[in-house]
């Protein structure tokens, strides 16, 4: 259930982290510690990452290690989501999900990403210019 005030990329990945767990509940079980874990945790960690960042405030130019700080989860988050579309990739090939499971995958974390490098840029561009 979305929060009055969450932030749109915290709805996306949690969709994104829902749609994965769904999926991989159906999983060849020879594949539940390895291929179907990376996919789960990855999409956690992600969220993690994200709401780590949301956690920073920054009002302005004066507050440089919460900017350091959030820009650094920002990465992290952006890592896990590029290691996620590899993963699924290798999902796929190992028939632990579907080719169509795959691309809305794909869809989801193409989303994901775009809505994350706006929100580095909007702050990068609001706190320098």
Not at 113 to 118: E, G, H, N, Q
């Given at each position: 259930m979305?929060?009055?005030?969450?932030l749109s990329?915290?709805?996306k990945?949690?969709?994104?982290?829902?749609?994965?767990?769904?999926?991989?509940?159906?999983?060849?079980k020879?594949?539940?510690f390895t291929?179907t874990a990376?996919l789960q945790?990855g999409?956690?960690?992600?969220?993690e990452q994200l709401?780590?960042?949301?956690?920073?405030?920054i009002?302005?130019?004066s507050?440089t290690?919460?900017?350091?700080?959030r820009?650094?989860?920002?990465?992290?988050?952006?890592?896990e989501?590029?290691?996620?579309?590899?993963?699924s990739?290798i999902?796929?090939?190992?028939?632990?999900?579907?080719p169509k499971?795959?691309?809305q995958?794909?869809?989801?974390?193409?989303e994901?990403?775009k809505?994350?490098?706006?929100?580095?840029?909007s702050?990068?561009k609001r706190?320098?210019?």
């Amino acid at each position: 259930m979305k929060q009055e005030n969450e932030l749109s990329i915290l709805v996306k990945s949690r969709k994104l982290t829902e749609y994965i767990f769904t999926i991989t509940e159906k999983s060849p079980k020879k594949f539940r510690f390895t291929i179907t874990a990376k996919l789960q945790n990855g999409a956690l960690n992600a969220m993690e990452q994200l709401i780590r960042a949301n956690e920073y405030y920054i009002k302005d130019k004066s507050q440089t290690e919460s900017y350091q700080k959030r820009l650094n989860c920002q990465r992290e988050a952006m890592i896990e989501l590029k290691l996620l579309g590899y993963m699924s990739m290798i999902a796929r090939e190992q028939e632990c999900i579907l080719p169509k499971q795959q691309e809305q995958i794909a869809v989801q974390l193409s989303e994901c990403r775009k809505m994350l490098w706006a929100w580095m840029l909007s702050d990068k561009k609001r706190l320098w210019g």
